[in-house]
């Protein structure tokens, strides 16, 4: 009984961690339109609350006899990188919404860093939360578990973006979406345990969206390019880590 609880408690806390952080931007959010601010205004507020939850994070993983290491903070190695496919498949991902959408190049100065700095307090915030702390506390369920919960609930909490596709297939696209891209972070975390590459992909892909022109005719097209990046990675992710762990065993 003592045992089982004592397991129990970090999928609590996972869950109470993604909870937390997704309270911390809904409030914010909720302030910002009280507030009648514009949707910079929105950004700027929500930025806030995610600084909030950033500090949070790293006093969590700095406290006591925690290091960031034990979190994927870390040199990278040769061997990760080879494992990774050196991360070009993240670079072409990255990269598909400002090429088949284009750059808005109408954007102030001011507001490239507001989005510069939103995104870096997001990347760094949820891959700290998803892919460090919520590894580290389900260390003892393994791999395989880690993986599934931390896409699925990755997944759950990005929904609420998904449900503004204007049709049902997009709505659909989009929740398979969230789904993948967590998935493939998972997989990648577990592949090399390095999660500054992870935080840099998803820092630099937030900032490009956020930077693309807006174009609905071409968003269906978009995410189902996405998507089937995001399968042809994760299968082979799958592959390399499964022959990983037969090597382990044998």
Do not use: C
């Not at 700027?44 to 949070?56: D, E, H, P, R």
């Not at 260390?139 to 993986?147: A, R």
């Not at 919960?149 to 990005?158: A, D, N, T, W």
């Not at 969230?178 to 590459?197: D, M, Q, R, Y």
């Amino acid at each position: 009984m003592t045992n089982t609880t004592k397991k129990a408690h970090p999928i609590l806390f996972s869950l109470m961690l993604g909870v937390l952080l997704t309270f911390l931007i809904s409030a914010a959010s909720a302030v910002a339109t009280i507030m009648e601010l514009s949707d910079n205004g929105v950004i700027a507020v929500q930025a806030a609350a995610f600084l909030v939850m950033a500090v949070i994070v790293t006093v969590y993983m700095t406290r006591g006899s925690r290091s960031l290491e034990q979190f994927g903070f870390r040199p990278i190695r040769a061997a990760e990188l080879q494992a990774a496919l050196f991360y070009i498949p993240l670079v072409i991902i990255a990269m598909v919404q400002p090429v088949m959408g284009g750059l808005n190049v109408q954007l102030t100065a001011a507001e490239v860093l507001l989005f510069l700095v939103f995104t870096l307090l997001v990347g760094f915030t949820e891959e700290s939360i998803f892919r460090g702390v919520i590894r580290d506390k389900l260390k003892f369920k393994g791999p395989v578990f880690y993986i599934v919960f931390s896409s699925v609930f990755f997944g759950i909490l990005h929904m609420a973006n998904a449900l503004n596709g204007k049709d049902p297939l997009s709505v659909v696209l989009q929740v398979i979406n969230a789904f993948l891209i967590g998935l493939i972070l998972a997989l990648l975390i577990e592949t090399t345990g390095n999660i500054i590459p992870l935080i840099l992909f998803h820092f630099v892909y937030d900032a490009l969206a956020f930077m693309t022109k807006e174009n609905p005719d071409k968003e269906l097209t978009v995410v189902i390019v996405l998507n089937v990046l995001y399968l042809l990675y994760g299968l082979y992710l799958v592959y390399n880590l499964r022959r990983k762990f037969t090597i382990v065993k044998v």
